[in-house]
């Protein structure tokens, strides 16, 4: 469906300042009309043997992080608007799995990016899921009270039974590590059912308010079983209750905080836990001695983190670190400092809050920029300016940005990547199931859209999207590993080679870049392998081009190794780009930072100054030269989600002001502040 | 205003009350007055109606006594006429069901398909992976989409229903200006959502005003 919003003006800052990082002056297009807001969290899980984390969110999009590999997202599953996923979990043999409120159970294919299968668990909408202690079982708590078991086969999973049905709602279940007994959290009470036989043991009344009555009810968002019985929850009251499953008594209760505490992971260890709240508070538990000679250990409530805003809901606990993710859509994993070994960088903070992938698209010769968003793609035209100025001035504009298209498409499913040509003319963009080409011609002032029809069935699921320089050639990279090539003449799509995957492995490509003269392409997989294809000849090479082996340059940098602080940056570099003319200079970007490669000038070893802003004027032009190094670095503008190249002597920059993501998100919990 | 049927028991009483002197204008009309008061001419229960005309030409005179075996038989009377009529109303009215129930059978019957092509779709299978399109149920559907509904709407109610102490997020992010040393405004001060109507106006007639400026000659 098409939305003309012809002519209409953004109010948004779009200001053109001159910058000069020491090689030139450009005119820097500042846009921040971009209204990008990420999917609230909803869901981590962590791997232990791969030391992955799967994060799933509230729009149904599962991302997959490496966490040994810089925390790099290095893979994703587009969402989709029906389902919502409210439990997510790992089980034997590195399989995913999620389940939702369309009840059903949903496996996901890792090496393919796609979903393997869906299977309907019949019990109305899921809300929680668990896997057994061993991996080869999975449960599921339903929204009709039941908790069904299900048998995880090599291909697919078998309903086995039903436990004991109870009278409300099951929102959280727990396995005890022995693999005989499972704890489960409802409204207003926990039951512990026994595995073998399926029946409920014990039902452990949970108080509504922490002494005293309350009409709300009490729910319990989470549980955890420890191996020697003892049953943690967290519920709605702001309570962490200690029970006895033995017994079905209570052991000892903590009021915690005045919202809701939302979710509780143990350590594999089970001397600590970390469990989340409404208020944006992480708090870690931990099993100290009761005194300094005894023996005996009592769980004690040490660190209070605050790095959220709004509610965490959910927490996962890896043996080194913290990690907690809610509804203000950072993931922030806190590593603890008595677990890490070497104190070095590796051991700050890190906030994930930007996408790793890109979402921003530009045509060069129309000045045009293409946004993606979850259901719609946004062209905005940028604007222009007649005056000049010197080094730091913000230009005036004679004509606005505009919003020449609003392009929504059909379906429930979310776009997984989109571009446009560099003149403009071309549109793509790719779902799960479908793959969009649109014509665009313009004429004076007005901008017509004709849909491209008959698009071949294997280019839907594409994981990336590039045109060539020219805009004559099409290349889509596919879920499945291959890339196929097609040319675009007179209006139509015509396909010309795929290139199968390398090697009988099937593996999606990731990013995607084109030489400038159209000949080669580069596209690299999730095994962080480079391959390089040759279009011309349709043949594909190795490495880099064309002497077939790393350029002289680049073996420099391998050998003398990067600056301390380079390697030290926190978010993935997102775009590279080259200059046409000048190809000493590489330019490339990622959240915090630009940096122009000037290939010509020494690399910078550890002890000079990484961040080297212009000297002053008055320094000789000896120490200049001296101190001058090859990584030219601005953090003028940030966070930056694209950056890139115009022409000779313009720059556009896409920032998303932290605080402009924030002012869009559901509201969060009163906080009480003496004095206001 | 409902019209109600003129009732039988009705017509006397105003009639009566018409009437401006205490006797009746002739004894046929006292007994067509008896038996449209609804008893059934029956002998025993003419005897009140004939002891009511006896009354008037003999006031001086004792009641008649009635036995209480009298009275017991006539109570019992009543009460099977009365069982009788409601039973025979509810057998009617079983019968009626009876065959408005089965012409609703042959409708639906005549509305399905024949039962051979029934029986073949019953066993066909129900979904086919490589057609591009999924075949559902309906009802299936309609029964899920309403369950997912409550469950959302539950987990609204509990996280942001009443009694949960939400703020929204511009007070939230202004606390902090609030108890700085030097006080800031709050951090979404102007409400741009405000006058949006006006606004408009506002830039639509500024836009005419210019025109017309223009096209004016200049003095």
Not at chain 2, 11 to 21: F, G, L, Q
């Amino acid at each position: 469906m098409i939305n003309w919003i012809p002519g209409t003006y953004c109010s948004e800052l779009l200001t053109v300042s001159l910058f000069r990082p020491g090689m030139g002056e450009f005119k820097v297009h500042r846009v921040r009309f971009f209204n990008y807001i990420p999917s609230g969290i909803r869901c981590v899980a962590y791997n232990n043997q791969s030391n992955r984390l799967a994060v799933s969110r509230t729009d149904g999009t599962v991302e997959i992080y490496n966490l040994s590999a810089n925390y790099f997202q290095e893979k994703f599953f587009p969402g989709h608007e029906s389902r919502s996923t409210e439990a997510l979990c790992w089980a034997e043999g590195q399989r995913l799995f999620s389940a939702g409120l369309n009840g059903e159970i949903i496996e996901y294919d890792l090496q393919a990016l796609n979903i393997k299968y869906a299977v309907d668990a019949f019990g109305g909408p899921i809300w929680s899921m668990t896997a057994s202690p061993s991996g080869s079982q999975l449960l599921v708590g339903c929204e009709d009270g039941s908790v069904k078991l299900f048998q995880i086969t090599p291909e697919k999973i078998e309903f086995e039974r039903n436990f004991d049905r109870q009278k409300s709602r099951i929102l959280s279940l727990s396995w005890h590590p022995s693999g005989t007994h499972i704890a489960a959290g409802s409204i207003d009470y926990i039951s512990v059912f026994d595995v073998k036989s399926g029946s409920a043991i014990h039902k452990m009344m949970v108080d509504r308010q922490y002494m005293g009555v309350s009409k709300r009810k009490c729910i319990v968002w989470g549980v955890a079983f420890l191996s020697d019985g003892t049953v943690i929850s967290v519920d709605s009251a702001g309570k962490v209750q200690f029970w006895d499953s033995a017994t079905g008594t209570l052991a000892k209760s903590h009021l915690i905080a005045n919202a809701d505490v939302q979710s509780i992971a143990v350590a594999e260890q089970e001397d600590s836990f970390v469990v989340g709240t409404a208020e944006g508070t992480v708090f870690h538990f931990q099993l100290v001695p009761v005194a300094s000679s005894s023996t005996e250990k009592q769980w004690v409530r040490t660190k209070p983190f605050q790095h959220h805003t709004h509610d965490v809901r959910t927490v996962a606990h890896s043996p080194t670190a913290l990690i907690s993710g809610g509804t203000d859509t950072h993931l922030v994993i806190r590593p603890l400092m008595e677990k890490v070994e070497v104190k070095n960088y590796d051991a700050a903070l890190r906030k994930i809050t930007f996408p790793h992938r890109r979402l921003i698209s530009c045509s060069k010769k129309r000045q045009l920029l293409l946004f993606q968003f979850a259901h719609h793609l946004e062209l905005w035209r940028l604007g222009s300016t007649v005056a000049t100025g010197k080094n730091g001035d913000t230009l005036p504009l004679s004509k606005n940005a505009e919003h020449l298209l609003h392009l929504k498409t059909k379906g429930p499913e979310n776009i997984i990547c989109s571009c446009i040509s560099p003149c403009g003319s071309w549109i793509a963009c790719s779902t799960a199931s479908r793959f969009f080409l649109y014509r665009l011609t313009y004429q004076h002032d007005n901008l017509s859209l004709k849909r491209v029809s008959k698009m071949p069935a294997f280019l839907r699921s594409a994981v990336q999207i590039l045109f060539s320089e020219d805009s004559a050639k099409l290349f889509v990279a596919s879920n499945q590993g291959s890339l196929h090539v097609g040319q675009l003449l007179e209006g139509r799509f015509r396909h010309l080679h795929t290139f199968q995957p390398q090697s009988g492995t099937v593996e999606a490509m990731c990013l995607l870049a084109v030489s400038p003269d159209g000949d080669w392409l580069a596209a690299s997989g999730t095994s962080a392998g480079v391959h390089v294809y040759s279009v011309k000849h349709l043949k594909v090479f190795e490495y880099s081009i064309p002497g077939k082996q790393y350029t002289e340059w680049s073996r420099t940098v391998q050998k003398q190794g990067f600056h301390h602080l380079w390697l030290q940056r926190d978010t993935p570099i997102t775009h590279i780009s080259f200059h046409p003319k000048r190809p000493m200079h590489i330019l490339l970007h990622d959240a915090y930072m630009f940096c122009i490669i000037d290939k010509s000038l020494p690399l910078p070893n550890d002890k000079t100054l990484l961040y080297n802003p212009l000297p002053p004027k008055s320094e000789s032009d000896v120490v200049r030269r001296r101190t001058a190094h090859a990584f030219k670095i601005s953090k003028i503008y940030k966070p930056l989600l694209f950056m890139d190249l115009l022409d000779e002597g313009t720059l556009v920059a896409v920032e998303r002001p932290l605080d402009d993501i924030i002012a869009q998100l559901p509201p969060p919990i009163k906080k009480k502040k003496f004095g206001t | 205003m409902v019209q109600l049927r003129p009732r039988p028991s009705r017509t006397p009483a105003s009639a009566e009350a018409m009437v401006d002197e205490g006797q009746p204008a002739s004894e046929e009309e006292e007994a067509e007055h008896g038996l449209l008061l609804g008893q059934p001419s029956s002998g025993a229960a003419a005897e009140p109606l004939e002891d009511e005309e006896a009354d008037e030409e003999s006031d001086d005179e004792a009641p008649e006594e009635l036995t209480f075996a009298s009275a017991q038989a006539e109570a019992r009377e009543e009460e099977r006429r009365v069982r009788e009529s409601a039973r025979r109303d509810k057998v009617l009215l079983k019968e009626k069901r009876r065959r408005r129930e089965e012409l609703f059978v042959e409708q639906k019957k005549r509305k399905l398909l024949p039962d051979a092509v029934l029986q073949q779709l019953a066993a066909a299978p129900q979904t086919s992976q490589n057609k591009s399109y999924v075949a559902l149920r309906l009802k299936d559907q309609e029964l899920r989409d309403s369950r997912q509904q409550a469950a959302r709407a539950f987990i609204h109610e509990s996280l942001y229903g009443p009694g949960t102490n939400r703020t929204s997020v511009n007070k939230f992010l202004s606390l902090d200006n609030k108890r700085l040393p030097v006080k800031k405004a709050a951090a979404q001060f102007l409400n741009s959502a405000w006058g949006t109507q006006k606004k408009q106006n506002a830039k639509r007639y500024k836009r005419r005003w210019m025109i017309r400026k223009m096209k004016t000659p200049k003095k």
